[in-house]
């Protein structure tokens, strides 16, 4: 079938504007990203900072959790040694996925925030922060991402969360009949797979911190 000159025409026109629409549609794209890089940059990295500080806030007398000290954070490399060690010592239903060291304004370490997901929960991985300083406290946990059920599992961070807080550094377990000592964590009620997820996800940032702190040999 011979065409046309006229639809030649008209078919280099039409490509030439879908052409120019496109070029000006990805100049644009680009223009968008460069003016907004920087600002959500700074907006990621403050609430990264945020959630650093989350794990190091205690409680005061008002009741109401504060910041104690003005701490940076800098992130370090997950030793992949350590994650080894873990996996060989039974720590496999979590994997610890960063790590911050936490610095007081006179530079002095105060400890670390080690980022822990938990591969257990009863609907998928559970993420969280927690916060360890150099005396060997458990400062708190925060967690970052979540998909249990509703008024069951998602209760963790009214129920699981509290219970981390500012407790020394040991094996924590699960417990159904009351929290008796400070190694026993009171389950979520009908969430004993919430529950033992997020605990066994802090065991395990425990034990990498307690590898990390004896430089790595244990």
């Known amino acids: 079938m011979k065409i046309s000159n006229e639809e030649i025409v008209k078919i280099i026109k039409d490509t030439a504007v879908i052409f120019g629409i496109t070029l000006v549609a990805g100049l644009g794209l680009g223009f968008v990203y460069e003016l907004t890089k920087e600002p959500i940059a700074t907006q990621e990295a403050q609430a990264q900072a945020d959630a650093c500080n989350e794990v190091f806030k205690e409680i005061n007398e008002a009741g109401v959790l504060e910041s104690v000290e003005t701490l940076t954070f800098n992130p370090i490399d997950v030793d992949a040694s350590i994650s080894d060690k ?6 496999d239903v979590a994997y610890v996925d960063s790590v911050y060291e936490a610095k007081k304004a006179d530079g002095s370490l105060y400890g670390y925030v080690i980022g822990v997901t938990s591969t257990k929960g009863y609907g998928g991985n559970i993420c969280f922060y927690m916060g360890v300083t150099t005396d060997n406290m458990l400062k708190g946990i925060s ?20 219970q981390f807080r500012n407790k020394k550094l040991e094996e924590y377990k699960v417990v159904k009949t009351g929290a008796a000592s400070s190694d026993e964590i009171d389950a979520i009620t009908s969430a004993t797979i919430t529950s033992n997820a997020v605990t066994n996800g802090v065991n395990t940032g425990v034990r990498y911190y307690t590898i990390l702190s004896e430089g790595g040999e244990n």
């Open 86 to 91: 873990l996996k060989a010592e039974g720590y």
């Open 143 to 162: 967690i970052l991402s979540i998909s249990e059920t509703p008024g069951l599992g998602m209760n963790a961070e009214n129920v699981l969360v509290p």
